[in-house]
């Protein structure tokens, strides 16, 4: 075989659009620092190896979403030890024989997981093969403020966390604290760089020039978003003559086909799923959303001020005191009432500079890059210690 490159296999599942969004984050660093020394492959562990009773996992935890008490049972469904070991147990079973194909094929040099639910069983299997020694395996934790303990195995080579809050957590999940390094969240190649002029990207994106609002919800686009946004027209048309709102719906083409034939009393853009989510931050003043991790981070490279309507319990419920405590936003949930905190911040404009300082000062345009070159400073040592040019060719 005259490929020379490294293999690094990145691990993660389609549950929201946050993993995808890391895991290509990543791989873009990993060309950007070593252009052409690395094949890097991302796989849905559950849908594409695992598959069986595991092929629906991301319809599933759509569905999961839209109802949050049957979310709040799953997730500490997985934290408690008896359930959360017969669940392993039962996945093993299905799942190992699968797995164990999927990396003699793949034959990793090291392996990246981004997913709570792509430790355990990957760890396990590469244990059984006896070569875990020889394939170094980090997981990149993509959660904020709060993550589900499945995220921590004290086995890994490194943990990287992006959050005080985040690191503690793992600390107590037994990951020992020389494993651990804190850097921020992935974000794509686009937040990478400074912010263009809003001017210009306004007129590239057929907006305005006027205050925007921009509303997401995630990957998936929540349901709540549509009320929300009403909410939102109603008031700042009351309140200003010149304002626009700006609605990604992601991937709910349902959402976005009911809002778009809606009447709005100012002027409104609905998107469905955009893939220069950097631009349409950059072309806003403040951004309204769910508590997604992602978003987040983004929003904050971006310097946008941040307004939380909801959040998933457990793993996003961390992240609403992550942006309050910083200072870069709120959370409120009614409606009406968060689009009055919207009006106030438009009105006091120094308050509005103020936020939007203080989320650049939080964001973390770097840590991409950071975590990619301790990932690959981890492969290139594990060259120098095993001249096999794959582990895996020797077993
Ligand atoms: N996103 C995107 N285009 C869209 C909607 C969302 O690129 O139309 C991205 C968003 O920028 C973020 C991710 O999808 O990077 C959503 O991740 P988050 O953690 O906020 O929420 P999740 O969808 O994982 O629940």
Redesign the pocket.
């Known amino acids: 075989n005259g490929n020379t490159k490294k293999r690094v296999l990145i691990l993660m599942s389609d ?5 995808r ?1 890391s895991a290509e984050a990543l791989r873009a660093a990993f060309d950007d620092l070593y252009p052409g020394q690395l094949d890097t492959v991302i796989v849905d562990l559950w849908t594409q190896i695992v598959k069986g009773p595991f092929r629906n996992l991301p319809k599933q935890y759509m569905f999961l ?1 839209r109802n949050p008490t049957l979310w709040k049972l799953t997730w500490f469904y997985g934290v408690f030890p008896l359930s959360r070991c017969i669940t392993e147990e039962f996945s093993y079973w299905i799942a190992h024989e699968r797995v164990k194909q999927a990396f003699l094929m793949y034959r990793p040099d090291l392996i990246v997981s981004v997913h709570p639910l792509c430790q355990t069983l990957p760890l396990r299997i590469l244990k059984d093969m006896g070569i875990r020694e020889r394939i170094p395996f980090v997981t990149v934790v ?1 959660d904020l403020g709060s993550a589900h303990p499945l995220w921590f195995h004290k086995d890994v080579d490194i943990c990287f966390v992006p959050t005080d809050r985040v690191r503690d957590i793992a600390r107590r999940c037994g990951v020992s604290i020389n494993k651990i390094r804190q850097y921020g969240l992935p ?2 190649p686009a937040f990478w760089k400074e912010s263009r002029d809003k001017v210009a990207v306004r007129n590239e994106l057929g907006l305005e020039q006027a205050p925007t609002i921009l509303i ?1 919800g ?4 929540m349901s709540a978003v549509g009320r929300v946004a009403r909410a939102l027209a109603c008031r700042l048309s009351e309140e200003f003559s010149y304002a626009q709102l700006v609605i ?4 709910n083409v349902a959402l976005q086909e009911e809002l778009s034939r809606m009447h709005w009393p100012l002027p409104v853009h609905i ?5 220069n ?1 950097s631009e349409w931050m950059t072309a806003s003043d403040c951004i309204v ?2 508590a ?5 981070a ?1 929003a904050l490279i971006r310097g946008l001020p941040i307004f939380l309507y909801g959040f ?1 319990p457990g793993q ?1 419920a961390g992240n609403v005191p992550f942006v309050v405590e910083n200072g870069v936003g709120l959370f409120e949930s009614d409606p009406l009432i968060l689009a009055n905190h919207v009006i106030e911040l438009f009105r006091e404009q120094s308050h509005l500079v103020q936020m939007s300082i203080q989320a650049k000062n939080v964001g973390r345009p770097l840590a991409t890059y950071q975590i990619a070159k301790d990932i690959c400073d981890l492969l290139w040592l594990q060259r120098t210690k095993s001249p096999v040019s794959s582990p895996l060719e020797v077993s």
């Open positions: 549950t929201g659009g946050g993993h969004a979403q993509t974000v794509r997401v995630g990957g998936d686009g990604i719906c992601g991937r998107k469905g799923f955009v893939n989510m959303t769910k997604g991790p992602g978003t987040i983004e998933l996003e």
